[in-house]
């Protein structure tokens, strides 16, 4: 009898997409969350909160896989501090994360926060893997929305972006999980790199709707990124399938 993978954040965005592909792979899924679920299906939910490590060590023993998707806008780099201790107590065989484009190139708080989980991990003695990913669709498509819902969308000047569709990353996490452990992996970002407001029309024009657009600049050391491309991976990554109008041609459709 083979040991549960466990999956940190599964009940998130990623987590709802790789506990199915794992389950369909054949192997048995320990899902780690704060809230109560119940079991089912060769799922089993365990309680805990890897911020404060409650019920962390509980959840990772008896593992010898972890796939750590959870992750928030602030914390991730002390969560993480606490799922490697646990890990490393429990012999854990392969820790697999997701990470962020632009991690160590982007000066934010929240991505710095990422890159210092990064390293927790590295430099944790475990055999890893990281997968460094872009913004989603379903980020970008909530972003476009509020932006929607002003008079005039503000259009950041020499802002690009590379979405991906959380599926693609889903499928490649899935593959690496059951794989060997591989340190940092080739970054997976969407097959087409699009600025702003193409972006914008491209929602506008599915909702059946028209808005201005007014240039914006993106001020200090974060925008100076952003306008180099930081965020970006042109060169050897790999891409997923999905493209921005393939997942608007999903979600929405003209109003009426």
Known sequence: MTSPILVTGGTGTLGRLAVPLLRDAGHDVRVLSRGHHQPGNGIEHVTGDLLTGAGVESAVAG????????????????????????????????????????????????????????????????????????????????????????????????????????????????????DKPAGLVPDLAGPRVYGMAELARGYLRARGKRRPMMPVRMPGKAGRAYRAGENLTLDGADLGARTWEDFLAEQLRPAR
């Open 63 to 178: 593992t010898e896989t972890v796939l750590h998707l959870a992750g928030g806008p602030k914390g991730d780099d002390e969560a993480t501090r606490n799922l490697v201790r646990a890990a490393s107590r429990a012999e854990v065989r392969h820790l697999v994360y997701i990470s962020v484009i632009g991690a160590d190139r982007v000066p934010l708080s929240w991505l710095r926060s990422k890159l210092d989980a990064e390293r927790a991990i590295a430099d944790s003695g475990l055999p890893w893997t990281t997968l460094r990913a872009a913004q989603f669709h379903g980020l970008v498509l909530t972003m476009m929305q509020k932006m929607a819902k002003l008079p005039v969308i503000p259009v950041p000047g020499g802002l690009r972006l590379q979405p991906v569709d959380a599926r693609d990353v889903a499928a490649r996490l899935v593959e690496l999980t059951l």
